[in-house]
């Protein structure tokens, strides 16, 4: 068999300095890591593990500048060991990061072989998600659908442009000390957060797990003191007995349900009798809009009025309607920046709230 040695090679150029685009990148790279079964832990005797075997082990951490790892990449070879380095450097448009995975290729068995890997298992996956169906997914999933990263915990924390909404939907269910509220879709715990200073009591549920995180630490206290219950679960599967909750509420995760009729089911099966439950979401006019942006647009369920009643009652819910409330004085009664308010100003005929009872 040939022996064949050669460096794969990536690089990028993203926003901020060494340092900033060092901590954003490791952080990244943990949770992509963990996501394809792999386990990072980062730091000058950090490691990369799969299961119980110790793929990467660190060999140089030099912060905002350079990571090495002693990579062995066959647990069928022991003595097989490559080196995997991360750089970062200053550019003219903020910091080149790089990564060389070096005298890689030892095991494949000739050239053809290190020529199929390469093209299958490198460039193939960097074509489909750079071509425009994964791409406007991962965006799509990124900022909105499923929020992952930094920022969005941040910004699900405090989703301003989502305040209009929260307090639309307040106003149509009225909780009180006396309700257990769910919000199906919870994100940072925002909505939950000005729902819990009602008196009342609540659940959220997420199906991503850093909105779930990010919602635990916005509402800490709450948590801690029993009136507050997080989980991590879809829409169509809550984790919650018959009847446990007296309203429920849904804001900008309708559109993006995969059976918007099975949700409603399962909110109506948790909902007691006579319980309430608002909707607020987009009608087809939004699409393009910032409301409703690409790609996101691309990917959302948009329904009529008419729509969203029919799924209502099919559910079981039996008073239902949709309204189209005026957002710009609830952007005011949030106390948002007037230029935050003046995109709420104008025809509110694109926002539907569907109001219903059990």
Same mark, same amino acid.
């Given at each position: 068999?040939?022996?064949?040695?050669?460096? /794969?090679?990536?690089?990028?150029?993203? $926003?901020?300095?060494?340092?900033?685009?060092?901590?954003?990148?490791?952080?990244?790279?943990?949770?992509?890591?963990?996501?394809?079964?792999? &386990?990072?832990?980062?730091?000058?005797?950090?490691?990369?593990?799969?299961?119980?075997?110790?793929?990467?082990?660190?060999?140089?951490?030099?912060?905002?500048?350079?990571?090495? *790892?002693?990579?062995?990449?066959?647990?069928?070879?022991?003595?097989?060991?490559?080196?995997?380095?991360?750089?970062?450097?200053?550019?003219?448009?903020?910091?080149?990061?790089? /990564?060389?995975?070096?005298?890689?290729?030892?095991?494949?068995?000739?050239?053809?072989?290190?020529?199929?890997?390469?093209?299958?298992?490198?460039?193939?996956? *960097?074509?489909?998600? =750079?071509?425009?169906?994964?791409?406007?997914?991962?965006?799509?999933? +990124?900022?909105? +659908?499923?929020?992952?990263?930094?920022?969005?915990?941040?910004?699900?924390?405090?989703?301003?442009?989502?305040?209009?909404?929260?307090?639309?939907?307040?106003? $149509?269910?009225?909780?009180?000390?006396?309700?257990?509220?769910?919000?199906?879709?919870?994100?940072?715990?925002?909505?939950?957060?000005?729902?819990?200073?009602?008196?009342?009591?609540? #659940?959220?549920?997420?199906?991503?797990?850093?909105? /779930? +995180?990010?919602?635990?630490?916005?509402?800490?206290? #709450?948590?801690?003191?029993?009136?507050?219950?997080? $989980?991590?679960?879809?829409?169509?599967?809550?984790?919650?007995?018959?009847?446990?909750?007296?309203? #429920?509420?849904?804001?900008?995760?309708?559109?993006?349900?995969?059976?918007?009729?099975?949700?409603? $089911?399962?909110?109506?099966?948790?909902?007691?009798?006579?319980?309430?439950?608002?909707?607020?979401?987009?009608?087809?006019?939004?699409?393009?809009?910032?409301? =409703?942006?690409?790609?996101?647009?691309?990917?959302?369920?948009?329904?009529?009025?008419?729509?969203?009643?029919?799924?209502?009652?099919?559910?079981?819910?039996?008073?239902?309607?949709?309204?189209?409330?005026?957002?710009?004085?609830?952007? +005011? &009664?949030?106390?948002?920046?007037?230029?935050?308010?003046?995109?709420?100003?104008?025809?509110?005929?694109?926002?539907?709230?569907?109001? #219903?009872?059990?």
């Amino acid at each position: 068999m040939a022996t064949m040695e050669t460096t /794969v090679a990536l690089s990028c150029v993203i $926003a901020g300095d060494p340092a900033a685009a060092f901590d954003a990148f490791i952080e990244e790279l943990g949770e992509s890591l963990a996501r394809q079964g792999l &386990a990072f832990e980062p730091g000058p005797n950090g490691r990369v593990t799969e299961g119980d075997l110790e793929v990467g082990r660190i060999i140089a951490w030099d912060e905002a500048k350079r990571v090495e *790892l002693d990579w062995r990449q066959a647990d069928w070879e022991p003595e097989e060991h490559t080196v995997l380095e991360l750089g970062f450097a200053p550019a003219e448009d903020g910091t080149a990061v790089t /990564v060389e995975h070096r005298g890689f290729g030892r095991l494949c068995w000739d050239e053809a072989e290190l020529a199929g890997w390469f093209a299958d298992q490198a460039v193939a996956p *960097l074509l489909a998600a =750079s071509a425009p169906r994964r791409l406007g997914d991962w965006l799509t999933d +990124r900022a909105a +659908r499923r929020p992952s990263g930094r920022r969005q915990r941040e910004s699900y924390k405090d989703p301003v442009y989502h305040r209009p909404s929260f307090g639309a939907v307040l106003d $149509a269910l009225q909780p009180g000390p006396d309700d257990v509220l769910l919000e199906v879709g919870c994100g940072g715990g925002a909505f939950l957060q000005q729902a819990l200073a009602s008196g009342c009591r609540a #659940a959220g549920v997420d199906h991503s797990p850093e909105m /779930v +995180r990010a919602a635990a630490e916005l509402n800490a206290d #709450a948590l801690s003191a029993g009136r507050l219950e997080l $989980a991590r679960a879809g829409a169509d599967a809550l984790p919650f007995g018959d009847d446990s909750f007296t309203c #429920a509420a849904m804001m900008q995760v309708f559109f993006f349900l995969p059976d918007p009729a099975a949700a409603l $089911a399962e909110v109506r099966r948790v909902v007691r009798h006579g319980g309430r439950l608002a909707v607020f979401t987009v009608s087809e006019r939004a699409r393009g809009t910032p409301a =409703s942006p690409e790609p996101m647009a691309s990917r959302s369920h948009y329904f009529t009025d008419e729509e969203l009643v029919e799924l209502a009652q099919a559910a079981g819910f039996a008073e239902s309607r949709v309204g189209h409330p005026d957002l710009e004085p609830y952007a +005011r &009664a949030a106390g948002l920046p007037d230029e935050v308010v003046a995109a709420f100003a104008g025809d509110p005929v694109d926002g539907q709230l569907l109001v #219903a009872r059990s």
